[in-house]
């Protein structure tokens, strides 16, 4: 597996500052605390990180920074959609002179195309890309790339793995089965972390996470304890992460419920390019202060001066006992 | 409805030369035949116009010739959706310089943003631009544009319309009954060809219709049949735009089936930025033999030297005596 | 067009006891006011009669009380699905023996086939069936019945028609085009009564909907105004409709919206078999009167003691002058 | 977890003879061999078993044989809805009287109702069943249950489970962790086997599936190596059970793939009462000469004489090694 793209990528948001302009020195110092944090790599220009609302010259800008900034500690995987299939390329060539390990291409977005044209478009891609690609499979936002497109596109050499964000375990298996007999080499990142510890087990790669922008040290953390086969305490953390990536997922339009946890861990990202009513303004406020109450669970974040509810008191102890009671006493009784 | 945007508006595509570049010269010649056979506008950058397959300065630059050559003729509504709030507003700006009627903005897309979000992004919009601006909303594409929604957003007097493209015609009937008595300058336009005439029946004011960029003669007559009560003719040859239609958009990735067309009406598109299989380029070629009978039958192009499939005889009349006989016999007997 | 199904249908709701048995009373005092009140005929064991929440033998004790009661005064049209192909013909021969015209089978629910099993269903019956049978199309509650199906079944000669409840008026006319020509016996019944109008504008022979179970008086006229050609007068209806319909179908899950109605209009329906929760029972009363303030507008019931909203003073002048004024001016100049 | 309802549970199919009715001696004989195979319940009247293609008294007539003929050696968890909330009811009582352990409420179908209505229904139920009550969601055939309500069921003392179709284990999750720290006794089933292992992995107490039908050998043993934290063979088996799944299940309108392999292990099931069209019945052997290799592989039936394609020549040994290799590894070595 030395040679897959393997580990958790964040697909991290990007600091604006007061003039909405790209916050350079912001960007780099949260670069820094993400790579200090343990996360394996770097995703710029994915979804959580705006891609479609900066300008081309923009994603250019925010590529060379983090490569600049991550200097070789960590890889970097760069969306690098463009409006066609010449943009794309050029970004591909630039993301290479900045020092980017692959891309990430996305499906083409707002048409829904059938296979045919998505084998087409990434194809074309692939053949004049001077760097490794990898295939983003979001089918709740682009066009859907089904199994046999891409065992297709696994043909290529210049495709080396695929992130999917449908969280369909059984999907992951189904392409898992289909390639990697063939391509050893291929990766397979999941982008839906609410499940990324069962994800791992069955034999994915990693995962391309927007929770790892925001709890670095826990996505690591469930990562090292599956591949460490410590299942009954990697399920339970995934537990709590499912919790936390819920709120921020289905409180707000994402990805501002991530923004506004990000904030809590004390950077300054300035306002969305997304307009917010004031309704959503309101919510947000109160968004925050429960995020910041499941952070500070953690031990993340200070907890709030008005303190927050309290949990159900054996609900930690109840679910150490009771939700993976079973299976893993089996497994403690045998290591 | 003097001061109401209405009428057939064209959803133009834009020819492209060998390298892949705007064919400028082509476009105008494009623009020129669209006015002389009687569309009553055009709308650059719009779906059909595969806005996002090109960059920022391309859209401009479309919407420039576009005007130019219209030279106020009909007038332009332009398709103006940016990257964010900022970029739209600026185009906005731009095109008011190049004299556009109007601008159209897409919603959201990729990300599927819920109602909020929506008004808070048009808002923001409609705030600041300096051309009047109509909405599109094109839910199979980008976020839905909800009635409430649209009802908060045709209190702001910058917003002069909406277009749908969903083709429901109970909600084009819940859109007028909740906006008109308050806003009668407010224009309804339908992006569903499909169901012209019966749209302009119920009170929309018109449509932006991307056959209307293949057979304008015959959108335009769709049009002119029904504002003159002459329904039965109307609804005649409304079926048969539906079996046009429908080939184009049902036998190809939309909008190639368009492309496709078009070229049989004498014009040099080039290559679509969206690439082909081999599979698709041969399925494009029956499309055009499809195509071309098609467009024979209605006097606009040559039937091809191998000949056409036999109609069932009696086709035609059958339709006439049966389909919309009983009603509009009626009518006949009146006038 | 004589020999054909046509005109409005009601698909009717069953009144219940106080033991929540069938109220065979109450029934026939409900079939004599609906045929007083001009609908053409009547649709027992429709999705509004909620067959689904009776047992086979209650759905044949519905069948053969509306036919006597009918008596011949108007045709019977008897929804006959029952749990499999052989339950289904014993249906149609029993309801044969009460003098029904003909049959609506639904497509195949709970298990959503595909088009070979639909196919394969639909033919399996028509070939035993003593009765004509019509297709009866509601994909949002069972297995789609797509254009090539429908083709294919409308050769077999026991299949005499189509109900479509889809409200897709294209898809209404893809039908028309395809099956008509060859079969100008088969009969077109749309479900989707927010657009009855356009439907019958396009050539459909007439619909089953529940709205007239509610106001038969008001369907019965947009299908007569229709016919007649006085279009104007048949559109400013269709929206009055469509707001009434919207708040029986919209605030309640189906079909308790239109009980509720229909008790308004002095039947005594019992409660239905599908238990109300208390926020429910209280929706539904502030439900009755909203729609007691709809129907008292027509003349039907009268308004409640405490008054009803002022609607927007000049609405209808408003509705008369601008919604359809172009289009229907013309034609009253015309005759 | 003794007293939560857990293991695997078959929704068996029902063997009809030659004349169409329910073929006793051979569900007779279908239940020994289940048993005998090691599943640890059974499931009349479930999806699989066509519990809608029956009468009501037929689906009497299958949960008596099956309670008789199990005798007490399994529990039998039996499906149980029918029309209507007293005639469920009824059910429940009639399965009480045969001794079923507790019965399954598929929720309501046809009609898609909201949160509201499925919450009254199944607490209608729930008040008055003698027997335990689980839920049974399907979202893609039945109104779906949502988390909300299924919290409010679970307040219910007489509802002591719930089964999960949908195979989204973040959704599981959820419910595991809203309800288990209140009702340690509340038993969580899946029934979608693509993902059993996964499922068992995160607290799930088993499933309801239709392949333990087919090979309940299969289907117990990846239940026992979970238990037994042998999770590199049950993860390697899960692949394997997920390659025949899907045969099963799209390669035919589900349950006719089932039916087609579980006549391979001998049992005569005669023709199902969805008639097959021509071409269906040519797919049927030729999804059975696939299913036939499939099962061979496992050694549970013989092969075809025409012999079966031969599979990639290591493809085990490469899935052995690479799939699950390091989180494996690591679990060898501490064990």
Same mark, same amino acid.
């Given at each position: 597996?030395?040679?897959?793209?393997?580990?958790? *990528?964040?697909?991290?948001?990007?600091?604006? +500052?007061?003039?909405?302009?790209?916050?350079?020195?912001?960007?780099?110092?949260?670069?820094?605390?993400?790579?200090?944090? /343990?996360?394996?790599?770097?995703?710029?220009?994915?979804?959580? =990180?705006?891609?479609?609302?900066?300008?081309?010259?923009?994603?250019?800008?925010?590529?060379?920074?983090?490569?600049?900034?991550?200097?070789?500690?960590?890889?970097?995987?760069?969306?690098?959609?463009?409006?066609?299939?010449?943009?794309?390329?050029?970004?591909?060539?630039?993301?290479?002179?900045?020092?980017?390990?692959?891309?990430?291409?996305?499906?083409?977005?707002?048409?829904?195309? =059938?296979?045919?044209?998505?084998?087409?478009?990434?194809?074309?891609?692939?053949?004049?890309?001077?760097?490794?690609?990898?295939?983003?499979?979001? !089918?709740? *936002?682009?066009? %859907?790339?089904?199994?046999?497109?891409?065992?297709? @596109?696994?043909?290529?050499? &210049? #495709?080396?793995?695929?992130?999917?964000?449908?969280?369909?375990?059984?999907?992951?298996?189904?392409?898992?089965?289909?390639?990697? %007999?063939?391509? %050893? +080499?291929?990766? *397979?990142?999941?982008?839906?972390?609410?499940?990324?510890?069962?994800?791992?087990?069955?034999?994915?790669?990693?995962?391309?996470?927007?929770?790892?922008? #925001?709890? !670095?040290?826990?996505?690591?953390?469930?990562?090292?304890?599956?591949?460490?086969?410590?299942?009954?305490?990697?399920?339970?953390?995934?537990?709590?992460?499912?919790?936390?990536?819920?709120?921020?997922?289905?409180?707000?339009?994402?990805?501002? /419920? *991530?923004?506004?946890?990000?904030?809590? &861990?004390?950077?300054?990202?300035?306002?969305?390019?997304?307009?917010?009513? !004031?309704?959503?303004?309101?919510?947000?406020?109160?968004?925050?202060?429960? @995020?910041?109450?499941?952070?500070?669970?953690?031990?993340?974040?200070?907890?709030?001066?008005?303190?927050?509810?309290? &949990?159900? %008191?054996?609900?930690?102890?109840?679910? @150490?006992?009771?939700?993976?009671?079973?299976?893993?006493?089996?497994?403690?009784?045998?290591?």
């Amino acid at each position: 597996m030395a040679d897959r793209i393997h580990g958790i *990528f964040t697909p991290h948001l990007v600091p604006l +500052d007061g003039a909405g302009r790209i916050h350079e020195t912001e960007l780099r110092r949260y670069v820094d605390w993400l790579i200090d944090r /343990g996360v394996h790599g770097l995703y710029p220009n994915g979804s959580t =990180g705006e891609f479609i609302r900066f300008a081309p010259e923009e994603r250019r800008q925010i590529v060379r920074i983090v490569c600049e900034q991550a200097s070789g500690r960590v890889p970097v995987l760069a969306g690098a959609a463009e409006a066609n299939v010449r943009e794309t390329v050029a970004a591909c060539e630039a993301y290479r002179g900045f020092g980017a390990r692959a891309v990430a291409i996305v499906s083409p977005f707002y048409y829904r195309l =059938g296979p045919e044209s998505v084998y087409a478009y990434f194809r074309e891609i692939a053949l004049h890309s001077p760097l490794d690609v990898t295939l983003y499979n979001i !089918p709740m *936002f682009a066009s %859907p790339i089904d199994l046999p497109t891409i065992r297709r @596109l696994a043909e290529l050499e &210049r #495709v080396v793995g695929i992130k999917d964000s449908s969280g369909d375990l059984a999907f992951m298996m189904r392409m898992i089965a289909a390639i990697r %007999p063939y391509r %050893p +080499d291929f990766s *397979f990142l999941t982008g839906w972390e609410a499940v990324l510890v069962p994800m791992l087990l069955i034999g994915a790669d990693g995962g391309t996470h927007a929770t790892s922008g #925001v709890v !670095p040290e826990l996505t690591r953390k469930l990562f090292d304890l599956t591949k460490a086969g410590q299942l009954e305490e990697a399920i339970r953390l995934q537990y709590r992460l499912l919790e936390l990536f819920d709120a921020m997922l289905y409180s707000a339009d994402f990805p501002e /419920g *991530f923004r506004a946890a990000v904030e809590l &861990r004390g950077f300054d990202l300035g306002h969305s390019r997304q307009p917010l009513s !004031p309704i959503q303004v309101a919510n947000r406020e109160e968004l925050q202060r429960l @995020l910041r109450c499941l952070l500070a669970d953690f031990g993340y974040v200070e907890p709030p001066p008005e303190g927050c509810p309290t &949990r159900p %008191p054996d609900l930690e102890q109840v679910r @150490l006992n009771q939700i993976v009671g079973d299976v893993l006493e089996e497994l403690r009784h045998r290591s």
